[in-house]
């Protein structure tokens, strides 16, 4: 046999104030509740016990309504948990931009100057002192001038000042019948060489811009 479902029991609370100095207040609320529903209303109480009826039917009856025709409660938005992964990845980024602040030096070139970071120029052969480094600096402006070197790839001398006497009578033009291979290594690949100290290529380009 089929259970019949409960209907939840209907619970009314009369609130009958009294005021301070004593008598009877004219306004009273009365609160009509039935599971998860509530009306809430003020009524005119004058003492007599047909307000009271009264209030109660009219309370039964706006329940009812309510019943009818319940009220739409959207749901709170969930909590967005913050991704731990892109707190990593914004770190690592703050790590990549600071370890990408690298020193750079100030390359003479025909109109102004060029910054190119320190490790992009270095003299893996013959002098290598502060003289032969600010001649480097000069040899690199001349290669930019010509279009043979952009400042944004490492180069290598081998020998700052053979490559400065090859270099001594040619002009831009000239350049532009050479490649930059002509006067020095280029690219990353430093495996056979011997890659001057942090310390040594700061003195180099300190002196170099005194």
């Known amino acids: 046999m089929a259970t019949s479902k409960e209907t939840a029991p ?3 609370t009369l609130t009958l104030p009294t005021p301070e100095g004593g008598g009877i207040a ?9 599971g998860d529903l509530a009306h809430v209303r003020q009524f005119h109480y004058a003492g007599m016990l047909d ?4 209030a109660i039917s009219e309370s039964s009856e706006a329940l009812g309504l309510l019943e009818d025709n319940p009220p739409v409660i959207p749901d709170l938005p969930a909590e967005k948990a913050k991704s731990p992964a892109k707190r990593k990845t914004k770190s690592a980024r703050k790590e990549k931009t600071v370890a990408d602040e690298e020193p750079t030096i100030e390359i003479p070139l025909k109109k102004g100057t060029k910054a190119v970071k320190i490790s992009h120029l270095k003299i893996v052969g013959g002098e290598s002192d502060a003289a032969a480094y600010r001649q480097a600096t000069m040899l690199a402006g001349r290669l930019i001038d010509g279009k043979l070197w952009d ?3 490492p180069i290598r001398f081998d020998d700052v000042y053979t490559v400065a006497k090859k270099m001594k009578h040619l002009t831009e033009k000239d350049l532009s019948l050479f490649t930059l291979e002509d006067f020095v290594q280029s690219g990353t690949d430093t495996s056979d060489d011997e890659p001057a100290s942090t310390v040594e290529i700061k003195d180099e380009a300190q002196a170099t811009q005194i």
């Open 10 to 12: 209907t619970i009314i």
């Open 26 to 34: 004219p306004e009273r609320a009365t609160a009509t509740l039935r």
């Open 51 to 54: 307000d009271l009826f009264t």
């Open 151 to 153: 400042g944004e790839t």
